[in-house]
């Protein structure tokens, strides 16, 4: 039996080690597009969209939601920082909504601060629902 090629990626948020395992293949938000990591990938430092992660091991996908950070590959491993991050199995629709509808609010009635923040808490509201409603 051949061994699949693998490389390691920890996932980090300044309270906890959200991910941490060997992968084959990982789909990350890219500030200009998505990004393919393979193993032995080239080094690469990366700033992360509001997105989705997607991690293929053997035939499990995993896939979590990224509030945006920073992604660096080295040495056959990446690794990301970010402030959030959520599994989709673990996604509160129902708080998601919440954060939906409070951004939409503070979007209409805020001051341009207000504004630019409620439109950031926004986008990430919709792509955690939409990560949860299609991996659910």
């Known amino acids: 039996m051949i061994e ?4 390691q990626l920890q996932i980090v948020t300044p309270e906890k080690i959200a991910f941490s395992e060997n992968v084959n293949y990982a789909i990350f938000p890219g500030a200009d597009g ?10 690469l430092l990366s700033e992360l969209a509001i997105g ?3 991690v293929t091991i053997g035939a499990t996908k995993k896939v979590f939601a990224i509030s945006g950070g920073f992604l660096e590959v080295r040495d056959n491993s990446a690794t990301v920082v970010a ?22 609010h503070q ?19 919709l792509n955690r629902l939409k990560i949860a409603s299609s991996h659910s």
């Open 4 to 7: 699949q090629s693998t490389f």
């Open 34 to 43: 998505d990004l393919g990591v393979l193993p032995h990938h080239a080094a």
């Open 52 to 54: 989705a992660i997607a």
């Open 83 to 104: 402030d959030t991050v959520e599994a989709a199995s673990e996604i509160d629709v129902a708080r998601a909504q919440k954060a939906q509808e409070s951004a939409m």
């Open 107 to 125: 979007a209409e009635t805020g001051n341009d601060y207000d504004k630019k923040e409620a439109e950031l808490r926004l986008k990430r509201s």
